[in-house]
């Protein structure tokens, strides 16, 4: 039986999200920053691994962002989400994360999520 294609680019992506989950960890003093993006929405979370806890989130699902974007996906979006992000990282007086990008690359909206958290004075 050949297996389908979308099985197999799941199985991959399950792959490196756990090479990657062995190589990065976050703490309380300097939490993991993970990105997250789907065809209509990007979200961001911070997470301390150690006590398995979200700290702060942000996504192109919240009211406040939907009012000033016409669409939710694109480069704005993306920069907004940063700078939402660093504001609620600097409200938990969070200054530094280690950045995840998950199974994507660093170009296009993650890049500009990254870009726009370290304007903002997140260190990575």
């Known amino acids: 039986?050949?297996?389908?294609?979308?099985?197999?680019?799941?199985?991959?992506?399950?792959?490196?999200?756990?090479?990657?989950?062995?190589?990065?960890?976050?703490?309380?003093?300097?939490?993991r920053m993970i990105v997250f993006r789907s065809n209509k929405y990007l979200y961001v979370q911070v997470y301390d691994d150690i006590n398995r806890k979200v700290l702060v989130s942000a996504s192109t699902l919240e009211k406040e962002i939907k009012e000033q974007l016409k669409n939710t996906k694109n480069k704005d979006a993306a920069k907004l989400v940063g700078k939402l992000i660093s504001d609620r990282l600097k409200k938990k007086k969070i200054n530094s994360v280690v950045f995840d990008r998950n199974v994507y690359a660093y170009a296009g909206r993650v890049k500009i999520i990254a870009d726009s958290a370290r304007e903002n004075g997140i260190n990575f």
Do not use: A, F, H, V
């Open 1 to 31: 039986m050949i297996t389908p294609k979308y099985i197999l680019d799941d199985k991959r992506k399950q792959r490196m999200r756990k090479s990657i989950r062995k190589k990065i960890t976050g703490t309380k003093e300097k939490p």
